[in-house]
């Protein structure tokens, strides 16, 4: 059992592609990655990995270890779940990712109260808005939208609040430049493009029992919602938003909704995470709380006079 602690990082190792890529993932040098393997190959008496200055590549004796392997760590993986799960108080460190601006908005100002509510949990919480591995960085549950099913069939989904989006913009441009009338309009328009979006040029609107997509353009591309709200703010153009983005702008009338009688087919925010026997106390307890939080089908952000969060 002496090679049992260099388990997770021989099987990281072959997960991630590499000694660099694995030690990213474990939090530790790629020496000390490196280092381990070789006690391991020491261990065991055989070559697991032929190394190359290009390549990393299983030997006979590694195809068979790392399938043998990658199922222990598995099991105490759920070993570690199992007790966890009969924890009466949430505890332990919990990670989270989510994406950028909706982490800052409102995943950020929710962490306090989770952690006030449950004084034994840790929270590392991670903002980034491309979609990421969460069993190779050692997530427990990921923050994501869809407009559909996630793609993912390893990952269980469990639905936090809709995700609706409006085209809007100042009363300065629209005094300007007029409104659109109709979302064929939108190309006679300077349209601010969310770089991030699959579908950044095309948006697609629905109203009187039609779907309507229009190629737009627009001089201003950024990958962040916030500045897209700036730049709407200052009259730079239209612009499409998510509501729990422009929410307050809406409601104070520094931002006017276009297209009334159309609607953005909305999204659903969604909190992923990997398949478990059981599902630990604390990111169980994390779900339960963002929807409570968020306020399920009508979040806060939507609501005309939401409660004081």
């Known amino acids: 059992m002496a090679g049992f602690g260099a388990i997770p990082v021989f099987v990281a190792v072959i997960e991630e592609g590499g000694f660099s890529a694995a030690a990213r993932a474990l939090g530790i040098s790629t020496s ?3 280092k381990r393997i070789n006690q391991l190959e020491r261990h065991l008496g055989a070559r697991l990995l032929h190394r190359t200055t290009r390549k990393l590549s299983l030997t006979e004796a590694g195809e068979r270890y790392f399938e043998h392997a990658s199922q222990a760590l598995s099991a105490a993986n759920e070993a570690e779940d199992a007790v966890t799960e009969l924890q009466g108080e949430p505890q332990g460190n919990l990670k989270i990712s989510s994406p950028m601006s909706f982490g800052r908005l409102h995943v ?3 962490i306090p109260k989770l952690m006030k509510r449950y004084p034994k ?9 491309r979609t990421v591995d969460l069993v190779a960085q050692g997530l427990d549950v990921a923050i994501r939208s869809s407009s559909g099913d996630l793609p993912d069939s390893a990952l269980v989904a ?3 609040a809709p995700l609706r989006q409006v085209i809007c913009a100042s ?3 629209i005094l300007k430049n007029g409104a659109p009338v109709t979302p064929a309009e939108l190309v006679e328009h300077n349209c601010i493009l969310f770089s991030y979006s699959r579908d950044a040029n095309e948006w697609t609107l629905e109203g009187d029992g039609t779907r309507k997509t229009v190629a737009v353009t627009g001089d201003y591309c950024v990958n962040n919602s916030e500045a897209i709200l700036e730049a709407l703010r200052e009259g730079v153009g239209i612009g499409r938003l998510p509501t729990f983005v422009a929410s307050s702008d809406l409601k104070s009338g520094r931002l006017i909704r ?9 999204h659903t925010f969604y909190a992923v995470f990997p398949e478990r026997v059981y599902l630990p106390a604390k990111v169980r307890a994390f779900l339960d709380f963002a929807i409570e939080y968020f306020g399920g089908d009508q979040p806060y952000w939507d609501q005309t006079n939401p409660a004081d969060r």
Do not use: C, G, N
């Open 32 to 34: 000390a990655v490196s």
């Open 108 to 110: 950020a100002p929710l």
């Open 171 to 173: 009363p300065e441009y």
């Open 258 to 266: 276009l297209l009334q009688p159309y609607h953005i087919p909305d």
């Open 158 to 160: 469990r639905k936090l």
């Open 121 to 129: 949990l840790t929270v590392e919480l991670v903002m980034d808005d």
